[in-house]
C-alpha cells in the first residue's frame, strides 16, 4: 500500500504562473515530512522538513505546508531554474530510519 | 557545504559479476543509507546503517547484498552477483540522527548490467 502520493504526476507552468504541488500519507504517528528536490541525473537535494499540522517552512519562492493528512508545496513566481522533480518523503511505519518516497511531481517552467 | 560524495558515477558490469559501490557520508553523521531508483520509479529504501551493523533492511535488500564500513569514512555497497534487474541508480545517504532528521544524499551511481 503506498504510503505517500504525490499529485499531479507532472505540471508544466509559465514562468512567474504561481502553483502548488500536492503530497498526500498515510502513516500513523508522523515523525516528520521531507520535501527533497531532484535534477535529472541527480540524487534528491534536501529542501524541508515538517514536523507538525499547521508548520510552514520557506525558502526562496518554494513555501512548504503540512496539515494532517497532506502537505503542500507552493511555488510562487517560479523561474526556470525550479525545472526539476519534486519528491516528498516521510519515514515508514515499519522502523525508524527509512524514507518511503511518492513518484514526485515533474515541473517544468517555461520562460 | 559538506556533502555526500559516490564513486563511480557509473558502472558497467557484466551480470554475475560483483560490484562494489562507495560511498563518504557527510563526516560528522552517525547514520548511513542505501537507496536505489530503478528508471522511472520511487526512490527505495534498501538498508541503513548505525554503530557498525545493519539496523534496517529492506525485501529487496537480500543475500546478494552487503554494506560495509571499512575505515571511519567510507561506506560501501556490494552485489556478489549482479542481476539485470539490479540496473538502477544506487545512490547514500547520511543522517546526523534517525527517524525524524533529514537524510542527506549523495548524486549516486548509476549501475548497467549487461
Known amino acids: 500500500e503506498d504510503q505517500v502520493t504525490q499529485s499531479p504526476e507532472a505540471l508544466r507552468l509559465q514562468e512567474g504562473e504561481s502553483s502548488s504541488l500536492n503530497c498526500s500519507y498515510t502513516?500513523?504517528?508522523?515523525?516528520?515530512l521531507f520535501w527533497y528536490r531532484q535534477d535529472p541525473g541527480k540524487g534528491p537535494e534536501f529542501l524541508f522538513t515538517l514536523y507538525s499540522a499547521g508548520e510552514e517552512k520557506e525558502k526562496e519562492r518554494l513555501k512548504a505546508t503540512l496539515t494532517k493528512k497532506e502537505s503542500f508545496l507552493h511555488i510562487t513566481a517560479p523561474k526556470p531554474e525550479d525545472s526539476a522533480t519534486y519528491l516528498c518523503a516521510v519515514p515508514s511505519d515499519s522502523g525508524n530510519t527509512p524514507l518511503v518516497f511518492g513518484k514526485g511531481t515533474r515541473l517544468s517552467v517555461i520562460a | 557545504e559538506p556533502e555526500v560524495t559516490q564513486t563511480p558515477s557509473h558502472q558497467v558490469t557484466q551480470m554475475g559479476q560483483e560490484v562494489i559501490l562507495r560511498c563518504v557520508p557527510i563526516?560528522?553523521?552517525?547514520?548511513f543509507y542505501w537507496y536505489r531508483q530503478i528508471l522511472g520509479q520511487k526512490v527505495e529504501f534498501l538498508v541503513s546503517f548505525y554503530n557498525n551493523e545493519i539496523s534496517e533492511k529492506s525485501e529487496i535488500f537480500d543475500d546478494q547484498f552487503s554494506v560495509e564500513r571499512p575505515d571511519g569514512s567510507n561506506f560501501t555497497l556490494k552485489i556478489r552477483s549482479t542481476k539485470l534487474e539490479d540496473s538502477a541508480m544506487y545512490f547514500c545517504a547520511s543522517s546526523e540522527g534517525q527517524g525524524d532528521t533529514p537524510q542527506h544524499f549523495g548524486d549516486g551511481t548509476r549501475l548497467s548490467i549487461l
Open positions: 563526516s560528522n553523521h552517525l547514520y
Open positions: 502513516v500513523s504517528g508522523l515523525r516528520g
